[in-house]
């Protein structure tokens, strides 16, 4: 596999290593916060920023985050870290 190819895989591995047992290929905001705080240790950890994370991926109202909002997600973090860069 090319590095790309190893990076998607992973971030797929992290969303299936999140999802709920319960709701098959979806994840709850308690879970979103484990894993935020399991991958991203240096990101602001406070129950704010976690609701208000969990509020803008939550598009369709549900409670639960699919793969698609779960990719607002990558890609928010993504541009956040991309940005980041250029402070140093």
Do not use: C
Request: proline residues 1%; negative net charge.
């Amino acid at each position: 596999l090319s590095m790309w190819e190893e990076h998607l895989e992973g971030i797929i591995n992290i969303y299936q290593y999140t999802v709920s047992v319960d709701h098959h290929d979806t994840f709850s905001k308690h879970q979103l916060q484990h894993l935020l705080k399991r991958e991203l240790p240096n990101m602001e950890n406070t129950k704010y920023s976690f609701d208000i994370i969990f509020q803008d991926l939550d598009k369709n109202g549900d409670a639960q985050a699919d793969f698609n909002e779960f990719i607002f997600l990558v890609s928010s973090v993504l541009k956040i870290s991309h940005d980041n860069t250029h402070k140093m």
